[in-house]
Nanobody, 119 residues
Framework: QWQLEESGGGLVQPGGSLRLSCAVSGLDYYAIGWFRQAPGKEREGVAC????????DYADSAKGRFTISRDNAKNTVYLQMNSLEPEDTAVYHC??????????????WGQGTQVTVSS
């Protein structure tokens, strides 16, 4: 039984940092993408990391501020978010692409974690 569980969200002041985690179980080979959806807006891809650990597909809004990484020993993918802005407020989801390459669509999704950036 597969499971993707996000954690690490919360309330942070502008300019602050958060590290989101996506714990994966029940899957052996996968790429993980992080997505976000703010109220009234379409879902947006934030970043992806391939099964071999190559980060790719950073959103323009994330470049230079966010870093995606993975720890295969812990079956966990991280999204380090620095210099957070109110515009980053959204529910963040991770999703698994069983092709491993961030380019074949996402087969499984987590429930999401809320990130709120506000003073």
């Amino acid at each position: 039984q597969w499971q993707l569980e996000e954690s690490g969200g919360g309330l942070v002041q502008p300019g602050g940092s958060l590290r989101l985690s996506c714990a994966v179980s029940g899957l052996d080979y996968y790429a993980i993408g992080w997505f976000r959806q703010a109220p009234g807006k379409e879902r947006e891809g934030v970043a992806c990391i391939t099964s071999s650990g190559s980060p790719r597909d950073y959103a323009d809004s994330a470049k230079g501020r966010f870093t995606i990484s993975r720890d295969n020993a812990k079956n966990t993918v991280y999204l380090q978010m620095n210099s957070l802005e109110p515009e980053d407020t959204a529910v963040y989801h991770c999703a698994a692409d069983q092709s491993g390459g961030c380019d074949q669509g996402y087969d499984f999704w987590g429930q999401g974690t809320q990130v709120t950036v506000s003073s």
